[in-house]
């Protein structure tokens, strides 16, 4: 019988010489960089801070590529877009207490939306450690506890010799399915301190694969094979499990008709016969689900924006698959299984019969059409050519990243993502800001692609600081900024509301002139130009920035 410490490899005469003589000045912050090009990190992201001046100086002795922002938050974005693009995990290097604090909202981001970054930050000396209260700059009681409500794990180094396995653990964690940012802490003196300890060399943190149990998926096989209106809603799961063929090929197989949530979008081809797009902030597909005898719901919780803001009441039998166990039956009593998408569909397809039902492309038309004729009597032709005008500039695999911005809400559901992994939005914690900061992420993962950010001028205001970011590296990041004046769904909202609005009209600057002084081109567009405009953008390389001003409005919605 072979044991796992039979197979420890045994190092070479030429690695115990180098082992035994590491190179002379090395220190913690060393070991940092070391263990993440261990890991196989090409990329960091982050900002410099005092604490981490260590961290930061080994960089220059590592082949890692840093790219920096100007705002640790947007430091944040990008390295969760990173890890979206690529399914690698993406290290962020961050300072200490303010600086620190800054990256929440971009970890909540990370967290809501599976995005697997490492989050490396300082901390105040290793003596004031545990609310000592020594009075340290940026000193935090608890600067952990900060972060434990957000992050999947915490992580806390007091000594040089745990940097690598304290690291390789956060590695691990992050990239176990569902994928998720952690958060290491590193004091300022062990960051300093000199080394003596050998050259990190490659390490393996491989996370264990979250496989669905046999007897659950064969009951589901079961069910969706004789059921006589399956239904199948794919999530953010799909896409983060590279799952979306498997889903097809199970949809095809069953002909179940499926619906994207705005985190699942191209998870499922948009103009499939089987696909009924992305419209659940629609009563018609609401009533549709809810019609369904059996539910295959794969990677999603049914949260509040998949289920139509908690209208959806499902008649038939719900089967979710879930790698976040604590999002089996959150919202709805069903046959859990705890699994990776992928590996669960896989199970499925094994031993599911194959089911015919011609009817069930009639009933996916019907359900569109009548979505279709509930939005064209609303006087919404603007808003559609808008939309239309950005997919038609948009390569069909380039990413885009969407705000919180009454466009991007339009496209949750009228856009056609053509591909998986295409198109993503702050729609997991729904903070303002990302778009921008999340596409030179994107950027930097991939060069191949153009990218495409799409921000209102309110969110657009979080991010003007990384047009030098943009400017700097040079990014091939076209910039999509619609003016409105305002927060203009917040603006919509209240004056639905209450009948008038407050606190949302902005004073905004002359956005083209603005980009042009950081040496980013811009051009002003209208709706006509806006498709031209955008492709040439695109077509570009380097940054760029559009401006569409315009007053867009929302469909009505069905929940209220």
Same mark, same amino acid.
């Given at each position: ?30 070991? %940092?960089? =070391? ?12 900002? *410099? ?6 961290? &930061?100086?080994?960089?220059?002795? #590592? ?27 993406? *290290? ?21 939306? #599976? ?6 930050? +300082? ?24 972060f434990r409500d957000v992050v999947k794990s915490v992580h806390t180094v007091r000594t040089p010799s745990q940097i690598p396995s304290v690291i390789a653990a956060a590695w691990e964690s992050a990239l176990t399915a569902p994928h ?10 062990? !960051? ?6 050998? %050259? ?9 694969? /979250?496989?669905?149990?046999? $007897? ?14 399956? %239904? ?19 949809? $095809? ?8 949530? &705005?985190?699942?979008?191209? @998870? ?6 089987? #696909? ?13 689900? $809810? ?20 209208? &959806?009441?499902?008649?038939?039998? %719900? ?19 705890? @699994? ?9 397809? =094994? ?29 919404? +032709? ?5 939309? @239309? ?35 993503? #939005? ?58 409105d004046g305002g927060y203009g769904i917040l603006r919509e909202y209240m004056t639905d509301a209450y009948g008038e609005a407050t606190g949302t009209e902005l004073t905004r600057p002359d956005f083209v002139a603005l980009a042009e ?5 811009? /051009? ?5 130009? !806006? ?14 920035? /559009? ?7 929302? &469909? ?5």
């Amino acid at each position: 019988m072979t044991h796992d410490h039979d197979l420890v490899l045994r190092p070479t005469p030429a690695q115990i010489e180098a082992a035994l003589n590491p190179p002379p000045g090395r220190t913690g912050g060393d070991l %940092v960089v =070391e263990t993440l090009s261990g890991l196989g990190a090409t990329t960091v992201f982050g900002l *410099p801070g005092q604490h981490v001046l260590g961290m &930061f100086d080994a960089l220059r002795r #590592s082949p890692l590529r840093y790219v920096g922002l100007r705002v640790e938050n947007n430091a944040g974005f990008a390295a969760d877009a990173y890890g979206r693009i690529t399914g690698e995990a993406a *290290p962020l290097l961050l300072s200490t207490g303010p600086g620190a604090l800054l990256s929440l909202a971009a970890l909540q981001e990370a967290a809501a939306a #599976s995005a697997p970054v490492v989050a490396i930050a +300082g901390q105040v000396p290793v003596a004031g450690l545990g609310g000592g209260r020594r009075g340290h700059l940026h000193e935090l009681r608890d600067q952990q506890a900060s972060f434990r409500d957000v992050v999947k794990s915490v992580h806390t180094v007091r000594t040089p010799s745990q940097i690598p396995s304290v690291i390789a653990a956060a590695w691990e964690s992050a990239l176990t399915a569902p994928h998720g940012p952690v958060w290491v802490e590193i004091p300022q003196d062990v !960051l300093t301190a000199e080394t003596t300890l050998p %050259v990190v060399t490659a390490m393996d943190a491989t996370p264990e694969d /979250v496989v669905p149990r046999p $007897e659950l998926t064969a009951v589901a096989a079961h069910l969706l094979a004789h059921a006589e209106r399956p %239904v199948i809603v794919a999530g953010g799961g799909v896409v983060r499990s590279d799952a979306s063929g498997k889903l097809r090929a199970l949809a $095809e197989r069953i002909d179940a008709p499926v619906v994207t949530t &705005f985190g699942g979008k191209g @998870a499922f081809p948009w103009k499939h016969p089987l #696909s009924l797009q992305s419209w659940l902030e629609d009563r018609h597909t609401t009533d549709f689900l $809810e019609d369904a005898d059996v539910l295959l719901v794969v990677g999603s919780g049914l949260g509040e924006l998949s289920s139509n803001y908690h209208t &959806f009441a499902p008649r038939g039998r %719900v089967i979710q698959i879930e790698a976040d166990a604590g999002k089996l039956e959150s919202n709805h009593p069903a046959l859990g299984i705890h @699994a990776d998408a992928r590996l669960a569909l896989q199970a499925i397809l =094994e031993t599911v019969g194959e089911r015919t039902d011609p009817t069930a492309p009639e009933r996916v038309a019907a359900v569109l059409g009548r979505v279709r004729d509930r939005i064209a009597a609303q006087d919404l +032709g603007l808003e559609q050519r808008v939309v @239309a005008a950005v997919r038609e500039a948009l390569p069909a695999r380039a990413p885009s990243f969407w705000d919180m911005t009454i466009l991007a809400y339009w496209a949750w559901s009228a856009f056609d993502a053509r591909h998986p992994n295409t198109m993503h #939005s702050a729609q997991g914690a729904g903070g303002l800001g990302y778009a921008f900061p999340a596409a030179l992420g994107a950027a930097v993962a991939d060069p191949s692609q153009p990218v495409l950010a799409v921000s209102g001028d309110g969110g657009a205001m979080y991010s003007l600081a990384e047009l030098a970011t943009a400017r700097q590296y040079g990014l091939d990041v076209t910039w999509l900024i619609v003016d409105d004046g305002g927060y203009g769904i917040l603006r919509e909202y209240m004056t639905d509301a209450y009948g008038e609005a407050t606190g949302t009209e902005l004073t905004r600057p002359d956005f083209v002139a603005l980009a042009e002084s950081f040496g980013v081109p811009a /051009v002003l567009t209208t709706p006509d130009t !806006l498709a031209t405009d955008l492709a040439k953008s695109l077509a570009t390389p380097g940054p760029s920035v /559009v401006v569409l001003p315009a007053l867009l409005r929302m &469909f009505e919605p069905t929940h209220l």
